[in-house]
T-cell receptor, first 111, second 116 residues
Framework: DVVMTQSPLSLPVTLGQPVSISCRSS???????????LNWLQHRPGQSPRRLIY???KRDSGVPDRFSGSGSGTDFTLKISRVEAEDVGIYYC?????????FGGGTKVEI | QVQLVESGGALVKAGGSLRLSCAAS????????MSWIRQAPGKGLEYLSY????????IYADSVRGRFTISRDNAKNSLYLQMNGLRADDTAVYYC?????????RGQGTLVTVSS
């Protein structure tokens, strides 16, 4: 199975400051079609998880542009340019290139 | 707007069965793969299964293969997860998602609790 390793596990942040979350996969995530199926999900307290970013860097509609995704190969990053209070929660990376699809362990962002 | 409403979760004894449902709306259901994901209490997310639009392609995680069956009714815009042989470690909130690889989670999930 592809192991997704996120760091840090916990991330104390200051409002208005930038944040970066790393996700490393144990195998490359380029699919046979050339696509890279690396998603980022946000799980806010008391809510259901929702997708923020798909295919490494494509931001979902309604997701603020302070969120961005980047990376290639086995190294990927989610960045929040200026953290807001509503960004508190757990962030997961997920690979959907190799079966079984797997998630990172999560990064808890807290103020 | 995509809406996914999961239902069917309950408290069940180990060894028992449950059938989860997911009612989909806001998109052309027959065009998309659908999937099930779960989150055990205090744990991370686990991808369980997906199914193709015509039901010809299904796949399962090792943890549920042989016990769970994914299915869909395109006439009813509904996705199902039949869960047999439930175990305590199946206790989780179960979410359905639109698509297989670029999962889109829109529902509140349904809680399954398996008592031993």
């Amino acid at each position: 199975d592809v192991v997704m390793t996120q760091s840090p596990l916990s991330l104390p942040v200051t409002l208005g400051q930038p944040v970066s979350i790393s996700c490393r996969s144990s195998q490359g995530l380029v699919y046979s079609t050339g696509d890279t199926f690396l998603n980022w999900l946000q799980h806010r307290p008391g809510q259901s998880p929702r997708r923020l970013i798909y295919e490494v860097s494509k931001r979902d509609s309604g997701v603020p542009d302070r969120f961005s995704g980047s990376g290639s190969g086995t190294d990927f990053t989610l960045k929040i340019s200026r953290v807001e209070a509503e960004d508190v929660g757990i962030y997961y990376c997920m690979q959907a290139t190799h079966w079984p699809f797997t998630f990172g362990g999560g990064t808890k962002v807290e103020i | 707007q995509v809406q996914l409403v999961e239902s069917g979760g309950a408290l069940v004894k180990a060894g028992g069965s449950l059938r989860l449902s997911c009612a989909a709306s806001g998109f052309t259901f027959t065009d998309y793969y659908m999937s099930w994901i779960r989150q055990a209490p205090g744990k991370g997310l686990e991808y369980l299964s997906y199914i193709s639009p015509t039901s010809s392609d299904t796949i399962y995680a090792d943890s549920v293969r042989g016990r769970f069956t994914i299915s869909r009714d395109n006439a009813k815009n509904s996705l199902y997860l039949q869960m047999n042989g439930l175990r305590a470690d199946d206790t989780a909130v179960y979410y359905c998602a639109k698509t297989a690889r670029i999962i889109e989670l829109r529902g509140q999930g349904t809680l399954v609790t398996v008592s031993s």
